[in-house]
């Protein structure tokens, strides 16, 4: 069976394809403020909207049922990641914003901000995927698995139009084209 931390360890291989393609736009010297766009918004619906919604509205809570802090240890650990993100998100934004009313000086800065998330999200689906998860998995039963799971189809058919989320990923393969190795 698939379980509900597998849904999440599947949404990261698509981020992490994410920052592989933001990896390739800085050490390509990118200009092209449509693509940055792109890839903004699709941290911000995909990454964000949608697999740390999952997160924090259902996988972290179900983790403090089960004991877990929200103030120390692990769950406090991704929330601070989370916070860390949109940090990094803002700034890319905001400089991008500048950069498409003309002022090129923005560009290091909004370059400085895609690898401060690339190298935060890739740490933190590390610690997610080898630290946390497992320990998800010990501490859920398979119900707890299964009604997580089905928590997470909802999020998907109730807060997004059909299909919306194969589109983000056909998204990111359109990048992947562009900004290939
Ligand atoms: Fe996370
Ligand atoms: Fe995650």
Do not use: C, W
């Not at 981020?15 to 390509?28: P, Q, W, Y």
């Not at 890739?122 to 859920?140: S, Y």
């Amino acid at each position: 069976m698939k379980t509900a931390t597998q849904n999440l360890i599947n949404d990261h291989v698509y981020i992490l394809r994410l920052t592989d393609v933001m990896e390739r736009m800085v050490m390509t010297l990118a200009t092209d403020s449509a693509d940055m766009e792109m890839v903004v918004n699709l941290i911000k619906n995909y990454a964000d909207g949608f697999h740390h919604a999952k997160e924090e509205n259902l996988l972290f809570p179900l983790l403090v049922e089960k004991g877990f802090s929200t103030d120390q240890g692990p769950v406090s650990v991704m929330l601070h990641d989370h916070t860390e993100g949109r940090r990094f998100v803002k700034g890319m934004t905001d400089a991008i914003a500048h950069y498409k009313t003309g002022d090129e000086s923005v560009i290091p800065d909004i370059y400085m901000n895609m690898e401060g998330y690339v190298e935060l999200l890739r740490a933190h689906i590390g610690k997610e995927n080898n630290v946390l998860f497992k320990m998800a998995d010990k501490a859920f039963t398979t119900l707890d698995q299964e009604k997580l799971l089905t928590e997470f189809a909802t999020v998907e058919t109730t807060g997004y139009s059909d299909g919306q989320i194969a589109r983000f990923i056909l998204d990111i393969e359109a990048l992947e084209v562009i900004y290939k190795e």
